[in-house]
């Protein structure tokens, strides 16, 4: 009987595949354009949650709707479920390779109606095989002798991820995609080759030879998207302290007012507080004002932040735990969702301004002198605005790394050889 798992293995792939509306690991996942997967139900409440707020405001019935994660819009048309988003295979064959992980005391032969317990796959066949059937498989059958068994202890190591799944099949032929098209960027089956992919109107390749510089590409990528997180991550801490500092400008602020306040109040009370009333509500208006355009940016850069994130963790996961009809499939997919980023990049990654208020309050013996109650002090915030000027001019310098990215996977794309590659 096989052995229980390490279990740091299993928590990484808890985490990995948990959604994260329920907290729970995937049932039934749907993914996104954004590659956010949720649990289907999950989704559907989801959706019905946002229907039933639009029928009670007695609004249309919303047929867009935004990532939980990252507010990337996908659509459900009215009268329709979930259940149209599409499936990944990626994520469905990592969720058959958490089973594995979880369950290995308990998987049975799916060979013999005994069904015992099962000891190790055939990846091949795609059948656990208990200790009798793999010797009938090995032994009897010599059109099995090509076949690749692996133990369900070899299964449960991470390096032998990608061969514990499911191979995808043709929706047409119900065959193995064993071939790839260069030209139409799918995976095809013998079938499919002889008739709709031919020679020389398509490049054709074994998945062998093709998925080797199309995983180079996605290495090259994932680097850069490391670089773009690691950019959003700063911008969105930058952004953070400047709100801190602006809370605290804003404070500093009132209490100057307030001290002022004190040292007249004898003389003026009435007056005072009238006057003071008034500047602390301009501090308020400044504060608005200057915190607005800070929120908003912090939001879009929060938003890019888990769009870059979210493009990065599922391209390394591709590349680390992918097989090689997984890295294909997606590969293409990848390479347009960084075209759509790029197009969502904040203009401007530093803050939009210093966030600067200060309260220049005169001497209480001056006001008191010649009083001017409409002239107590002024809130200074030029320099908010010149920050904000100086960001403005900012942004005509910064070069967009997706942008990069996106033109180097469509002008530089690694093509195969054909005297390198097998002939089909």
């Not at 796959?121 to 068994?149: D, P, Q």
């Not at 007056?271 to 915190?291: F, G, H, I, R, W």
């Given at each position: ?16 595949l948990e ?36 029928v ?37 064959n ?14 049975k ?16 066949c795609e059948n ?16 099995f002798?090509?076949?690749v ?6 299964l ?27 030209t139409?960027?799918?995976l ?22 093709a998925?080797v510089?199309h ?10 998207f ?9 911008s ?31 003389a ?17 208006m400044k ?5 607005a ?16 994130k ?11 735990n ?46 008191l ?16 605005y ?38 089909i």
């Amino acid at each position: 009987m096989a052995t229980a798992p390490d279990s740091a293995p299993v928590k990484q792939l808890e985490m990995m595949l948990e959604c994260s509306i329920c907290t729970e690991t995937l049932t039934q996942p749907r993914t996104l354009s954004c590659f956010h997967s949720f649990c289907s139900h999950c989704l559907e409440n989801f959706v019905a949650t946002h229907r039933k707020k639009a029928v009670k405001e007695k609004a249309k019935v919303p047929e867009v709707f935004e990532c939980p994660e990252c507010r990337t819009e996908f659509h459900v048309k009215e009268g329709e479920s979930v259940e149209k988003i599409s499936s990944n295979h990626f994520i469905n064959n990592m969720l058959e390779f958490l089973t594995l992980q979880q369950q290995a005391q308990w998987i049975k032969c799916q060979s013999c109606k005994a069904k015992d317990s099962g000891t190790s796959r055939c990846i091949s066949c795609e059948n656990y095989l208990c200790g009798k059937c793999l010797e009938t498989h090995n032994k009897y059958w010599r059109v099995f002798e090509v076949h690749v068994l692996l133990t369900l202890e070899e299964l449960a190591k991470p390096e032998n991820r990608a061969k514990a799944g499911s191979k995808p099949r043709c929706e047409k032929h119900d065959k193995v995609l064993k071939f790839y098209c260069e030209t139409c960027k799918v995976l095809v089956c013998r079938y499919c080759a002889d008739v709709n992919h031919i020679r020389p109107e398509h490049m054709l390749f074994p998945l062998a030879d093709a998925v080797v510089q199309h995983k180079e590409a996605l290495k090259t990528s994932s680097a850069i998207f490391e670089q773009q997180k690691n950019e959003a991550v700063q911008s969105n801490l930058k952004i953070g302290h400047g709100m801190v500092t602006l809370e605290n400008n804003k404070a500093k602020a009132k209490d100057a007012i307030m001290q002022q306040q004190q040292e007249i109040r004898n003389a003026f009370t009435k007056k005072l507080e009238e006057e003071t009333a008034t500047m602390l509500s301009q501090v308020d208006m400044k504060y608005n004002e200057a915190s607005a355009p800070l929120v908003k940016q912090q939001a879009d850069v929060k938003d890019y932040l888990a769009k870059t994130k979210s493009l990065l963790n599922f391209t390394k996961n591709i590349i680390s735990n992918g097989s090689d009809e997984e890295i294909l499939s997606l590969e293409h997919q990848v390479e347009e969702k960084a075209g759509s980023i790029e197009k969502e990049r904040p203009e401007s990654m530093e803050p939009v301004h210093n966030s600067g208020i200060e309260y220049r309050a005169k001497a209480s013996n001056d006001v008191l002198e010649n009083v001017k109650w409409n002239d107590l002090g002024k809130i200074d915030d030029t320099e908010i605005y010149a920050s904000a000027k100086n960001g403005d001019e900012l942004v005509t310098n910064i070069n967009s790394d997706l942008e990069n990215v996106h033109k180097w996977m469509l002008q530089n794309k690694l093509q195969i050889h054909p005297t390198k590659t097998k002939h089909i």
